[in-house]
């Protein structure tokens, strides 16, 4: 079984510590196409911090890949929530000034990383043994991906692992940080293992409420209900609320002016076709401004997969073509022979301001030792291998490697700054001295993959959208819909709503304390709640609001609610418990008349049940008569064995118990270690489900994922 194929098995493994193992999968040609017709490629924010689109991606097309079966639409949502938890995790853990050593990493790779859960790696005791794990890579980076896609995952995954488990520690030790302190006793332990494993075997009637309500005719006077409302105001008194219905009228182009824009695309095109200032063109004539990229053939869209296929010369034109809403020329501009895999090494002089930097140097003093390194390797490139164990300050795992860093994908080509280990004219052996946020690095090429074709478009974006005419004809028809419908109660303003087909959203009750309103979800939320809770609304008010969009919001306030008590909403919950109250008073006294005391047997006849008998209980589950009644089982263990009990008041009826034999199972302190360790783990799980939702609610995490 293939390295994949266990993990695969034991997916699992991928999901038992926050801030799971991501492939750097490359982007969906689709999703490419959104780069060119977007203004930016981040999907969201955390506290200033971005979600990139990248980063969602492959974090939904990694789950997907090992979660098969799964609907993409909560895939895509947990990877969003796997995101936001990494960046708020590590956001703390920065702000404490938590940090992270060589050894934090390889033990992290010994206990948190995926490796650690494939037996092939394991010793005898099922710990990661490194002997093992350090020949794998060696010989993994021997390995060549090309016409290999099992070998380029294998590299995917370990250079996702060395590259995301920092943030994992970061978040592990900000956790353990919270933690420390927080484990159960002894006692607590003795006390839980006690519960679970004491039991009572009872014989016992059960009677439920709605029998006894019947035989006695239990009912409700007209004002039993407001009486004991107005006596407990406090467990009553409603929220003001706003009931609110909206018809969304969309702000979409004509068909005349779909025409006017396939006219101007076309005379667009003929200009393109026969300029030579392509850059300045796109400047001047697109929405999204000139992209210099290179993209091999497989990284682009589908339309245009096809059309290099076709047409591969500088000067071919493809388009005008209609995606949705936009329109898309592009030409041909360059063409140059790429490596899509190159495997390069590093010496690395990072600096007070470099990410994950402690060194303390100067950004100006750093770049001077790069340059003599440099130097010194671009004349005697033998001694490049020495210099990396003496001068690279990446101590993570690089210097182990050689100062490796793995086979290095093209459509990741901002890694490594500008020097262009990936163009044709970079030969193995090459080196570059070049700047990232790490720091300064003097870059060798080791291997190449073969070459292939890479292009550079100039790209025309112009989006349809409705002319001013359009608008105008849309806002008339708007006002037109509400003089007519001024007056109209809420179920009239939908029907008529739906007869022009607009769309409808129907009934949202609204908080003054609200930012959105669910399904509706625009910039305008927040006028929309103000305007519904003004003094001066009354029910039956309508509004117009328009969104960034330009589309037309139609607010319906169809109810207030204004703090109150509501007496027919809690009449149906209240009448239940109040004949539960009637028939507790009820039994009270017939236990004082002694009609109902003495045995089981003759308690069991008085109410024709039958006796149910040698039913075993216990505190930890607490179920009798298929219900959990936790106070029926602390009846049964106060008891004396043998003797009755009084009524026992349960959620779903009467319970008449007598307790016949009581089990205690004993252990000695030592062997509550155990318990002790799962309580901890039961503990430690809702202080990090608390401290989630603490952190999320805390936070400035914003969502653009509505405009991919």
């Known amino acids: 079984m293939s390295f994949l194929e266990k993990i695969r098995k034991n997916t699992w493994i991928l999901f038992f510590f926050i801030g799971i193992s991501l492939l ?85 790779i010994s206990k948190q990383s995926i490796y650690s859960y494939i037996p092939e790696f394991q010793d005898y005791n099922g710990n990661l043994d490194m002997n093992k794990f350090q020949l794998y890579l060696k010989k993994l980076e021997k390995k060549s991906i090309v016409n290999n896609s099992q070998i380029e995952e294998e590299k995917n995954i370990w250079s996702y692992e060395k590259n995301h488990i920092p943030k994992r520690i970061l978040a592990k030790k900000y956790i353990e940080m919270l933690m420390y302190g927080l484990n159960t006793s002894l006692v607590e332990a003795e006390l839980n293992y006690k519960e679970k494993n004491s039991f009572s075997i009872v014989d016992y009637i059960f009677i439920p409420y709605s029998e006894i309500e019947h035989k006695y005719n239990i009912s409700l006077g007209k004002s039993e209900i407001q009486d004991y409302v107005k006596k407990h105001k406090f467990l009553y008194k409603k929220e003001d609320l706003r009931s609110l219905s909206f018809s969304i009228i969309r702000s979409k182009p004509s068909l005349e002016d779909e025409m006017d824009m396939k006219n101007k695309m076309k005379e667009l095109f003929q200009k393109f076709k026969y300029t030579n200032q392509n850059s300045i063109f796109v400047s001047n004539q697109s929405e999204k401004p000139f992209d210099s990229n290179f993209y091999l053939k497989k990284n682009l869209p589908i339309f245009f997969q096809n059309f290099v296929v076709q047409n591969n010369k500088n000067g071919s034109m493809f388009g005008p073509v209609k995606v949705g809403n936009t329109y898309v020329i592009a030409k041909i501009i360059g063409k140059k022979m790429i490596s899509d895999s190159v495997l390069s090494s ?72 500008t020097f262009n280990i990936f163009n044709e004219e970079n030969k193995k052996g090459a080196i570059g001295l070049t700047k990232t946020e790490f720091g300064y690095h003097i870059l060798r ?78 910039e305008a939320d927040r006028e929309i709640i103000n305007w519904s809770f003004e003094k001066k609304r009354k029910e039956g008010d309508i509004k117009i609001i328009s969104n960034s969009n330009r589309d037309f919001i139609i607010v319906y306030l169809s109810k207030i609610q204004k703090r109150g008590f509501p007496i027919e909403k809690i009449k ?48 930890y589950d607490s179920m009798i008569n298929n ?43 030592s062997y509550f270690s155990y318990e002790i360790e799962v309580l901890n783990s039961f503990l430690r799980k809702k202080i990090i489900e608390s401290l989630a939702k603490r952190l999320i609610n805390k936070s400035n995490i914003k969502d653009y994922r509505k405009n991919i």
């Open 346 to 417: 590093h010496i690395l002089i990072s600096h007070k301001n470099a990410i994950r930097s402690s060194n303390r140097r100067t950004e100006k003093t750093a770049e001077k030792i790069a340059k003599k390194i440099y130097n010194i390797v671009k004349k005697d490139p033998s001694k490049f291998d020495l210099l990396v164990q003496e001068k690279s300050d990446d101590t993570v795992n690089e210097k182990k490697n050689q100062g490796s860093l793995g086979w290095l994908k093209y459509e990741e080509q901002n890694s490594v700054g």
């Open 572 to 619: 149906n919950n209240l009448t239940s418990f109040l004949i539960k109250k009637k028939i507790e008073k009820l039994f009270y006294n017939m236990v004082k008349r002694n009609s109902i005391s003495g045995n089981l047997e003759k308690i069991a006849f008085s109410f024709s049940k039958k006796i149910k008998k040698h039913y075993k209980i216990n505190f």
């Open 24 to 108: 750097a999968f490359i982007l969906d040609p689709d999703i490419l196409f959104k780069f060119f017709t977007r203004n930016s490629n981040i999907v969201g924010k955390v506290n200033g911090e971005n979600i990139s689109i990248k980063e969602y991606v492959n974090c939904f097309q990694f789950l997907k890949r090992f979660r098969q079966g799964e609907s993409d639409f909560y895939l895509k949502n947990e990877a969003w929530n796997l995101l936001i938890h990494e960046k708020l995790l590590n956001q703390q853990a920065i702000k404490l000034g938590l940090q992270i050593t060589e050894k934090d990493f390889w033990n992290a």
């Open 627 to 669: 219900y959990k009644e936790p106070k029926v089982v602390g009846f049964s263990f106060s008891l004396k064995l043998k003797n009755t009990s009084k009524p026992i008041f349960g959620k779903n009826g009467i319970f008449f118990i007598r307790p016949l034999k009581h089990i205690f199972t004993s252990k000695k302190p």
């Open 445 to 522: 090429i080791d291997k190449k993959s073969p070459t292939e074709s890479a292009y550079q478009f100039a790209i025309i974006i112009k989006t349809l959208i409705p002319s001013r005419k359009t608008e105008n004809s849309i806002s008339n028809n708007v006002r037109k819909f509400l003089i007519e419908n001024k007056n109209s109660n809420l179920n009239t303003f939908i029907k008529n709503s739906r007869k022009k087909e607009y769309e409808t959203i129907f009934l949202k009750n609204i908080r003054s304390n609200q930012w959105e309103i669910n399904d509706l979800n625009t």
